[in-house]
């Protein structure tokens, strides 16, 4: 399993028997938490399977989505590295397979493999990277631009199914909490969406029909 991770592919054969031997796997089901803001994680997450949203608790008490993360990536590194509480939760939204790695463990492989601990650490450079762009984009792009934006997003990182839906089902307050609105404004914005011709609503499912608008829209 370890061998699927893009952040693990500098370790040895031997080091990557290692960490499979120091690691526990657990199911997580849709909805369970992983871990939750202002938790202390001590180690990392390893994505075998299934997406999860990290969110952010903000000061209206709303839970803002900031970032997906999918199969092969980790979860808790910039903490460990920081020696800080987690900055965001994580939590399913589809079924997942996870494995946990110990702090002490991960550090070791870190003291002793350079190619390693920098892999992370471009990990933790292109999260901080996405910040960046999360928090421009919701300073300067209307809501409509943001959900054109996202729309885009989820097919381009997820896929869609045979019959053109958007692979990965969010429900529309996940969406509102993506694009940073209410509810029921990014109702109407679908539906505006779907009598433009933009996309295609089939019940809670989502087609996206014309994506040359929308990425004109998102830009």
Request: proline share 1%; net charge neutral.
């Amino acid at each position: 399993m370890v061998l699927e991770l893009s952040s693990l592919k500098a370790l040895s054969k031997e080091e990557l028997v290692r960490m499979a031997n120091c690691k526990t796997s657990r199911i997580v089901r849709k909805g369970e938490t992983i871990f939750t803001e202002g938790e202390n994680i001590n180690g990392v997450f390893c994505v075998k399977d299934g997406v999860c949203k990290m969110t952010k608790l903000s000061s209206n008490g709303r839970d803002q989505i900031v970032h997906l993360v999918k199969k092969g990536e980790l979860l808790g590194q910039r903490s460990m590295i920081s020696d800080e509480p987690a900055n965001l939760s994580a939590i399913a939204l589809e079924d997942m397979q996870v494995c946990f790695i110990p702090k002490s463990e991960m550090l070791a492989f870190f003291n002793e493999n350079n190619r390693f601990s920098m892999n992370v650490m471009k990990t933790i450079c292109g999260d901080l990277r996405e910040a960046d762009n999360f928090m421009v984009d919701m300073a300067q792009k209307t809501v409509k631009e943001r959900l054109a934006h996202t729309l885009l997003y989820l097919e381009d990182e997820f896929g869609a199914n045979t019959d053109k839906t958007l692979k990965l089902q969010l429900s529309r307050e996940e969406i509102a909490s993506m694009i940073g609105t209410a509810t029921e404004s990014c109702i109407r914005l679908l539906s505006d969406f779907n009598k433009s011709g933009l996309i295609e609503l089939n019940g809670k499912k989502i087609i996206i029909k014309d994506r040359g608008k929308l990425a004109r829209m998102s830009d």
